[in-house]
């Protein structure tokens, strides 16, 4: 049982320890290569800060592991809304200036209660995956050109300056890229057998493990670099870790998981999960959208509250497992 945790554990740390020497790495070799920043922070350090999730997902799916590929997918954006915004905001509260970020929140509503909907009959196809796919490789189009089109955009300078001061020489990048990439094929088989070995011993389904442990372990990134930039001032690299993070989650990490397996999906991941999920999408697009002038904005009283929640939700899956 305590390998099982060790293993949860120290698999984890492994999977973030590699994926960042692997994002850092990459996104310096993207630079040598003559990449635009703009779409080294958009693309490259965005799947990277993702690819935990995605791979742990697609592995559970092989596996047949339905309940941790989806918890893990729809757990994590939940925790990066209601724990790590709510934690970042609390190190500094979050303005909101990008145009970018601005018009990619109504999208991720939209795309949260997209996937919703395909699962209201408690099935996802493959027909269903493969259309979230497609929606997601839209956006992915759809993001750059909105980005190259916003010459001044608050996102642009941030990710430029961030990307000017990561730059490493070629070789270092090389290897870092290397090393990363091997050390992350190493550590994806870990979690996932020690997570489902936790759920067999206590009794607990995998829906649940994939929720909590998993889903937290594989946010990691994105809560490091969420306290970080803001930490830094850059508040929409910030946000935008947040909202490209959901958004990849659950177009393309639940995309290839389904188009790998077809899930037959529990009524509380519908009735509990997906419902406050949807709910704290909701209310990032209100109090991160702005209206009638005022500016995007989540102080402290916003970030604490968002904590609450999840606090909350956590000790709901905890009386709902027992």
């Known amino acids: 049982m305590w390998l099982a945790v060790l293993a949860v554990i120290a698999g984890l740390a492994l999977l973030v320890w590699s994926a960042d020497r692997f994002v850092s790495g990459a996104a310096s070799s993207a630079r040598h290569l003559g990449m635009p920043p703009l779409l080294i922070g958009m693309v490259v350090v965005g799947f990277g800060t993702s690819a935990p ?67 209201l009959d408690y099935d996802l196809t493959r027909w269903d995956a493969m259309l979230l796919l497609f929606v997601f490789a839209g956006l992915m189009v759809w993001t750059v050109r909105q980005g190259k089109s916003q010459k001044s955009d608050a996102l642009i300078r941030e990710v430029e300056a961030e990307a000017t001061g990561q730059w490493m020489p070629l070789k270092r990048s090389i290897l870092r890229l290397v090393i990363g990439l091997l050390l992350f094929i190493v550590s994806l088989q870990v979690p996932i057998w020690g997570a489902v070995e936790i759920a067999q011993r206590w009794g607990v389904n995998d829906l649940m493990i994939g929720l ?57 991941l519908l009735s509990r999960d997906l419902a406050v999920m949807g709910a704290l999408t909701v209310s990032l697009f209100f109090i991160g959208f702005g209206f009638h002038g005022r500016q995007g904005r989540i102080n402290r009283w916003e970030g604490s509250v968002l904590i609450l929640v999840y606090v909350g939700y956590t000790t709901l899956l905890i009386l709902t497992a027992t």
Do not use: C, W
């Not at 946010?219 to 508040?235: D, F, T, Y």
């Open 53 to 119: 999730e995605l791979v742990v997902s697609v592995l559970a799916a092989m596996e047949d592991s339905t309940g941790i590929a989806l918890g893990n997918a729809y757990g994590s954006n939940i925790a990066n809304i209601a724990l790590i915004l709510g934690l970042t905001a609390l190190v500094s509260p979050v303005v909101i200036q990008s145009a970018v970020l601005r018009k990619e929140l109504p999208v991720l509503t939209a795309v949260t209660f997209l996937s919703i909907g395909l699962l």
């Open 212 to 268: 909590t442990v998993v889903a937290v372990g594989t946010s990691l990134p994105e809560l490091a670099s969420s306290i970080v930039a803001a930490r830094k001032g850059e508040h929409d690299i910030a946000f935008g870790n947040i909202l490209g993070s959901n958004l990849l989650n659950t177009l393309a990490v639940v995309g290839l998981a389904g188009t790998i397996h077809p899930f037959v999906v529990e009524p509380a």
